[in-house]
């Protein structure tokens, strides 16, 4: 049984899509086979993120309705360990009891099955995706983004795993010049437990763009880190400004 992700936000913007393909780049390269589905009806991107836009036929919607998993599936040409379900374009799409049954399925396909969920505080769907799931939510560290979080911290459905919290576009300068909080104050806000801080990297800002992570990018670093975390290794935080 593969592992469960599913990542959240309070409002949009946090670059959480961004984090999912990040995380799923990592795994590849530890040798775990990834799917992705993108849970964002009307407004996906992870087919954008990962440059298989263009060959995009079938979405999510048809699997839910009783397409083989494989013929909305699509694998990186560049990377064979990594593949996507994109979401649908239509709004409504998504019918639970059927999204329940391909989530049990998809987590015996693959090691690791990342939900991307859309931001904000619609949980009608979370629960469908089983009580195993690991909800990660990421923010930024800026109080709108730290409340948020603080919104769906509040909101989540209990599962197995405790949800966790992931800072993403951090710059210790700004927490060195007090313009932002502390982590731990932003920890406290949250009410969640830290998982990871991920820098504010131009690589993941150009995903969209390069479809790949450098290796030995900071932000390839932090995410290795999150990663193995997940897979339940134990790895120390680094010091602030070698985040």
Do not use: W
Request: aromatic share 6%.
């Amino acid at each position: 049984m593969g592992i469960c992700l599913a990542t959240t936000s309070g409002k949009g913007g946090t670059g959480k899509s961004t984090v999912s393909c990040g995380l799923a780049l990592v795994f590849s390269k530890l040798n775990k086979s990834v799917l992705l589905v993108d849970m964002d009806e009307g407004l996906r991107c992870l087919d954008l993120l990962l440059g298989i836009d263009s060959n995009v036929v079938f979405d999510l919607s048809d699997i839910l309705n009783g397409a083989p998993i494989l013929d909305g599936t699509y694998t990186l040409p560049q990377n064979s360990n990594i593949s996507v379900i994109p979401a649908p374009h239509q709004l409504g799409a998504i019918d639970p009891d059927a999204l329940a049954d391909f989530a049990k399925r998809a987590k015996l396909m693959y090691d690791i099955v990342i939900f991307d969920f859309p931001a904000g505080l619609d949980f009608s769907l979370y629960t469908a995706i089983g009580d195993d799931a690991q909800f990660l939510t990421v923010c930024n560290p800026d109080p709108v983004s730290v409340r948020d979080a603080a919104a769906v911290c509040a909101s989540l459905p209990q599962t197995k795993n405790d949800a966790r919290l992931i800072i993403n576009r951090f710059d210790a300068e700004y927490i060195k010049k007090k313009i932002y909080s502390n982590i731990d104050d932003i920890i406290d806000v949250s009410g969640f437990r830290l998982l990871g801080l991920v820098p504010q990297s131009t690589e993941l800002m150009l995903l969209s763009i390069n479809h790949n992570i450098n290796k030995k990018s900071r932000a390839f670093k932090a995410l290795y880190r999150i990663a193995e975390r997940l897979l339940g290794n134990e790895v120390r935080l680094p010091k602030i400004k070698k985040i």
